[in-house]
């Protein structure tokens, strides 16, 4: 995964795009009739049910376009909220408060959609010991923000690039020219570039599980559309070599009996690419 440094990095550069392109040359809205001495206040609230996500984020960007501002957090990440409960209060210059407004709700709405589903299920997991993992079906650019939501709604995070894990999937499969040369082809190149990356190999069938397992150094077999009985043949099969992990199609109504069948891990598109905003709005008061 990636270190907390990088993962900074990612954060201020939404931040500085964001604003480069919703404040532009500057807010000529606000500049035009609100001096810029002028003071203001405003809280966040919520207007829908669910998990929040976001306000760290929030004070990032506040603090970004005005570090004077100051930010009293009353929900923090990663709580339940329900209509008309107040998230956060913040206070300073009426222009930077309109200047970050929009960058603040767009992410937190959309933070808070990915919490709350995640959430969802990881409450239908309990028991199980089975973990729901992300995927890179994300929105292009805000990856971050998005990633960090399902870590708030209590899931844990899939690699979050091509570059910080070996992922051999279908077409990498297909184009190396089989299993055993993807993997073997692999462990070469790691070697020479001197990378230490866990490798996760998916597996179409029964059969690729067992050529898959004729492989060393293997961290995780990723059980890709597989049926129930299937995925209990293959768990059985691998044993403790390697780590399991279920995808394809899994929803609220397959999500727990595919965990059931005993996989390490199950991963989620529609953590990320299906879900709809939170209802949220910054008032002035």
Request: charge should be negative; glycine fraction near 8%; aromatic fraction near 6%.
């Given at each position: 995964?990636?270190s907390v440094e990088?993962?900074?990095e990612?954060?201020?550069i939404i931040i500085l795009n964001?604003i480069?392109e919703?404040?532009?040359?500057g807010?000529h809205?606000?500049?035009a009739?609100i001096?810029a ?6 809280h966040l609230l919520?207007k829908?049910?669910?998990?929040i996500?976001?306000v760290?984020?929030?004070k990032?960007?506040f603090d970004?376009v005005?570090?004077?501002?100051k930010?009293?957090v009353l ?5 339940q909220?329900?209509?008309g409960d ?6 300073g210059?009426?222009?930077s408060?309109?200047k ?14 990915i ?6 299920y990881?409450?239908l997991?309990?028991g199980?010991?089975?973990q729901?993992l992300?995927?890179r079906k994300?929105?292009?650019g805000?990856?971050a ?25 279908d077409?990498?499969i297909?184009?190396a020219?089989?299993i055993a ?17 866990k490798i996760i190999?998916?597996a ?8 898959i397992?004729e492989?060393?150094?293997?961290y ?5 559309n597989?049926?129930y009985?299937?995925?209990?043949t293959a768990?059985?099969?691998?044993g ?11 929803n609220?109504k397959t999500?727990r009996?595919?965990?059931?069948c005993g ?6 598109g529609a953590?990320t690419?299906s879900v709809?905003n939170?209802?949220l ?5």
């Amino acid at each position: 995964m990636i270190s907390v440094e990088k993962f900074e990095e990612e954060l201020d550069i939404i931040i500085l795009n964001a604003i480069r392109e919703d404040v532009g040359d500057g807010d000529h809205s606000s500049l035009a009739c609100i001096p810029a001495s002028a003071e203001g206040k405003a809280h966040l609230l919520a207007k829908d049910e669910g998990i929040i996500a976001g306000v760290d984020f929030a004070k990032r960007v506040f603090d970004y376009v005005d570090p004077e501002m100051k930010i009293e957090v009353l929900v923090p990440d990663g709580s339940q909220v329900k209509y008309g409960d107040i998230v956060f209060r913040v206070f300073g210059r009426s222009q930077s408060i309109l200047k970050a407004e929009r960058l603040v709700l767009n992410a937190m709405q959309r933070m808070s959609a990915i919490a709350t589903k995640t959430h969802e299920y990881v409450e239908l997991l309990a028991g199980t010991g089975a973990q729901i993992l992300d995927t890179r079906k994300t929105t292009p650019g805000i990856r971050a923000l998005e990633k960090w939501a399902v870590k708030i709604g209590g899931g844990t995070n899939h690699r979050f690039a091509l570059y910080d894990m070996i992922m051999l999937k279908d077409n990498h499969i297909d184009f190396a020219g089989g299993i055993a040369k993807a993997i073997q082809k692999t462990h070469a190149y790691l070697k020479e570039e001197n990378r230490d990356l866990k490798i996760i190999v998916e597996a179409r069938n029964l059969d690729e599980v067992a050529q898959i397992l004729e492989e060393e150094g293997i961290y995780r077999i990723l059980l890709d559309n597989f049926s129930y009985a299937d995925t209990r043949t293959a768990v059985a099969l691998i044993g403790d070599k390697c780590l399991t992990e279920s995808s394809g199609g899994i929803n609220e109504k397959t999500l727990r009996m595919y965990a059931e069948c005993g996989v390490n891990f199950i991963s989620s598109g529609a953590l990320t690419h299906s879900v709809k905003n939170k209802d949220l709005s910054l008032k002035a008061f």
